[in-house]
């Protein structure tokens, strides 16, 4: 990746919105500008001393500096080159490192401070002790431009990461039998995704499955888990590998029994509204809103309107969900290069349901699939 290249647009984002300093904590936006990857979230926080200055500052004409604690230093950055570097040991004073820090970039009256969004608030009250006057902005912002188009590079690491993703349903699929239940095929998933060289899943691997027997369970509420699925039922699949600091996002529908002609009317009408709005991703003569109408007519003319409950799609790349959105209301206009999911589905609350995803790439005749396995409803009898 051509990151000295990032950091010379992000300065020039800098300079023409009059910033002073960025501070970026580990995360999707300094991983872009630097290769500095991130861990697997944990459920719970760990809190190390100082992770509060985990991150690197960048000025116009300076930076990155890294600083971290020394455990995030010492058990998740082995290997990595991290150029300047302060590693903050567990008896140091975070709050003294980042005053001498700062006053070495000889800011003045009123400072312009850009932060990642995704940093502690701990920061931004540590800095505003520090440095009187200061204004803050978002960093995130100003990197949000830069990271909407995708280089041919950052495409094919996409693209490796579908196969895998791919790769590892397949693996699932011919393992799928009537009673299995929702936590073994999402735990099945998960192994699969880490055995075929995902890092792990990009988000926490989701199910929505229903059939007039069971119930559409949606949420961390969903009691259904560890209910036995037994036919006639639909399983709806979203997850996605991550894989070299990249997000995948996929979606199929698989059915065990025999679907019944709604159940198969269903399906080919989620597939035909997402072929619709693949071929709607017109670069350059088309927005973000013309993609959702185009695939949501579809769903509406067949009957299933009210059931495709949630926009298109999103943005994706380093991080799951980034803007634009596919979506009513959204007009940005379409570039070459724009990465976004395409995941139509039809959500009945009493009968069957179905959905499909892959990642597609905006280009000037229609979008691109970078995933293009199983387009037929999967029927395991």
Same mark, same amino acid.
């Given at each position: 990746?051509?990151y000295?290249?990032?950091l010379n647009?992000?300065?020039?984002q /800098?300079?023409a919105?009059?910033?002073?300093?960025?501070f970026?904590?580990?995360?999707?936006?300094?991983?872009?500008?630097?290769?500095i990857?991130?861990?697997?979230?944990?459920?719970? /926080?760990t809190?190390?001393p100082?992770?509060?200055?985990?991150?690197?500052?960048? =000025? %116009?004409t300076?930076?990155p500096?890294?600083?971290l604690?020394?455990?995030?230093?010492?058990f #998740? /950055?082995?290997?990595?080159?991290?150029?300047?570097?302060r590693?903050?040991?567990d008896?140091d004073?975070a709050?003294?490192?980042?005053?001498d820090l700062?006053?070495?970039f000889?800011l003045?009256?009123?400072?312009?401070?850009a932060?990642g969004?995704?940093?502690?608030?701990e =920061?931004?009250?540590a800095? %505003?002790k520090l440095?009187p006057g200061?204004?803050?902005?978002?960093?995130?912002d100003l990197?949000r431009?830069?990271?909407?188009?995708?280089?041919?590079?950052?495409?094919?690491?996409?693209?490796?990461?579908g196969?895998v993703?791919?790769a590892?349903?397949?693996?699932?699929?011919?393992?799928?039998?009537? &009673?299995?239940?929702?936590?073994e095929?999402?735990?099945?998933v998960?192994?699969?995704?880490?055995?075929?060289g995902?890092?792990?899943p990009?988000?926490t =691997?989701?199910?929505?499955?229903?059939?007039?027997?069971?119930?559409l369970?949606?949420g961390h509420?969903?009691?259904?888990r560890?209910v036995?699925?037994l036919p006639p039922?639909?399983?709806?699949?979203d997850f996605?590998a991550?894989?070299e600091g990249y997000?995948?996002?996929?979606?199929?529908?698989?059915f065990? &029994?025999?679907p019944d002609?709604?159940?198969i009317?269903? #399906?080919?009408t989620?597939?035909?509204?997402?072929?619709?709005?693949?071929?709607?991703?017109?670069?350059?003569a088309?927005?973000?809103?013309?993609?959702?109408?185009?695939?949501?007519?579809?769903?509406?003319?067949?009957?299933f309107?009210?059931y495709?409950r949630?926009?298109?799609?999103?943005?994706?790349?380093?991080?799951?969900?980034?803007p634009?959105?596919l =979506?009513?209301?959204?007009e940005t206009?379409?570039?070459?290069?724009m990465c976004?999911?395409?995941e139509?589905s039809?959500?009945?609350p009493? &009968?069957?349901?179905?959905r499909?995803?892959d990642?597609?790439?905006?280009?000037?005749g229609?979008?691109?699939?970078?995933?293009k396995?199983? %387009?037929?409803?999967?029927?395991?009898?």
């Amino acid at each position: 990746m051509d990151y000295e290249g990032r950091l010379n647009r992000f300065r020039q984002q /800098m300079a023409a919105a009059s910033v002073d300093v960025a501070f970026l904590p580990i995360s999707a936006d300094l991983q872009y500008l630097t290769g500095i990857p991130r861990d697997m979230p944990n459920f719970g /926080m760990t809190l190390y001393p100082g992770r509060w200055m985990e991150g690197a500052f960048i =000025t %116009q004409t300076a930076g990155p500096i890294v600083t971290l604690p020394r455990m995030t230093a010492e058990f #998740h /950055m082995e290997g990595v080159n991290l150029g300047d570097v302060r590693i903050i040991a567990d008896r140091d004073d975070a709050f003294a490192l980042a005053k001498d820090l700062l006053a070495s970039f000889k800011l003045g009256e009123r400072p312009h401070i850009a932060l990642g969004n995704y940093g502690w608030a701990e =920061t931004a009250i540590a800095f %505003q002790k520090l440095v009187p006057g200061v204004v803050f902005s978002s960093a995130t912002d100003l990197l949000r431009p830069l990271r909407r188009i995708k280089s041919p590079e950052e495409i094919d690491v996409l693209r490796r990461a579908g196969a895998v993703t791919e790769a590892a349903f397949d693996a699932v699929v011919k393992q799928l039998k009537h &009673g299995m239940t929702e936590a073994e095929i999402s735990s099945e998933v998960d192994f699969q995704l880490r055995k075929h060289g995902a890092i792990g899943p990009s988000f926490t =691997t989701a199910m929505y499955n229903s059939g007039p027997q069971h119930r559409l369970g949606l949420g961390h509420g969903n009691t259904l888990r560890n209910v036995p699925l037994l036919p006639p039922v639909s399983l709806l699949f979203d997850f996605g590998a991550a894989f070299e600091g990249y997000c995948y996002d996929y979606g199929r529908t698989a059915f065990l &029994g025999h679907p019944d002609a709604e159940a198969i009317k269903i #399906h080919q009408t989620v597939m035909h509204s997402q072929r619709a709005g693949i071929q709607a991703l017109r670069a350059g003569a088309a927005t973000c809103q013309d993609a959702d109408r185009a695939a949501r007519a579809v769903v509406v003319e067949a009957g299933f309107g009210p059931y495709f409950r949630h926009r298109l799609g999103h943005g994706i790349g380093l991080d799951v969900h980034e803007p634009p959105f596919l =979506t009513e209301g959204d007009e940005t206009p379409l570039e070459d290069g724009m990465c976004f999911t395409v995941e139509p589905s039809v959500f009945s609350p009493t &009968g069957f349901s179905a959905r499909v995803e892959d990642i597609i790439v905006a280009r000037p005749g229609g979008g691109e699939a970078l995933t293009k396995g199983w %387009q037929d409803l999967i029927v395991i009898e």
